[in-house]
């Protein structure tokens, strides 16, 4: 039951920010090797995380996971993606917050992020991570979610009428 709002196309939040693709060879490989390796055991409990048949399986088996390895960002955004189906977006909030900034699901858990702030009410939040995400990489998903906030958002808020961004997204 997302409504209006909705993830981009993997490839959006998938793909390199824009700053990683303007660096050179040598420092994408130095920001690759940042991104760490999970050992075998955090592994498994993700994948039983992934094939689990219910949500509280699925939450225990990856918070298990994090526990083995907190670093483990596809974890993180899969516990989001069940705790929003079970429309519990603040431990949703929770579970992506914590991606490092420098990890390149980093965009991703971002925008997830700004998600689950809108569901909260939280919309002075999700406009500012929703505009920070924009400004580095313009993406239509984006701008539907920015104007989809200011809908929600006070007539007098600042940053632009809803029709705008819903008019530049296409």
Same mark, same amino acid.
């Given at each position: 039951?997302?409504?209006?709002?909705?993830?981009?196309?993997?490839?959006?939040?998938?793909?390199?920010?824009?700053?990683?693709?303007?660096?050179?060879?040598?420092?994408?490989?130095?920001?690759?090797?940042?991104?760490?390796?999970?050992?075998?055991?955090?592994?498994?409990?993700?994948?039983?995380?992934?094939?689990?048949?219910?949500?509280?399986?699925?939450?225990?088996?990856?918070?298990?996971?994090?526990?083995?390895? #907190? /670093? %483990?960002?596809?974890?993180?955004?899969?516990?989001?993606?069940?705790?929003? $189906?079970?429309g519990d977006h603040r431990? !949703?909030?929770?579970?992506?917050?914590?991606?490092?900034?420098?990890?390149?699901?980093?965009?991703?858990?971002?925008?997830?992020?700004?998600?689950?702030?809108?569901?909260?009410?939280?919309?002075?939040?999700?406009?500012?991570?929703?505009?920070?995400?924009?400004?580095?990489?313009?993406? #239509? /998903? %984006?701008?539907?979610?920015?104007?989809?906030?200011?809908?929600?958002?006070? $007539?007098?808020?600042?940053?632009?009428? !809803?029709?705008?961004?819903?008019?530049?997204?296409?």
């Open positions: 039951a997302w409504g209006m709002t909705q993830p981009p196309p993997l490839g959006t939040t998938a793909s390199p920010d824009a700053e990683i693709v303007r660096m050179d060879t040598e420092a994408q490989l130095q920001f690759k090797l940042k991104q760490g390796r999970p050992p075998i055991a955090a592994l498994e409990q993700y994948v039983k995380g992934l094939v689990a048949q219910t949500p509280t399986s699925k939450i225990g088996f990856l918070t298990q996971a994090l526990k083995l390895h #907190p /670093a %483990l960002a596809r974890a993180r955004i899969e516990l989001w993606r069940v705790h929003t $189906e079970e431990d !949703a909030l929770a579970a992506v917050d914590d991606v490092s900034p420098d990890h390149r699901l980093a965009r991703q858990a971002r925008f997830l992020a700004g998600v689950s702030m809108l569901h909260l009410g939280q919309h002075a939040q999700a406009f500012g991570v929703f505009s920070d995400l924009n400004m580095r990489t313009p993406d #239509p /998903a %984006l701008l539907n979610n920015l104007g989809v906030v200011q809908l929600r958002r006070p $007539e007098l808020a600042l940053g632009g009428s !809803a029709a705008n961004y819903f008019a530049e997204a296409g």
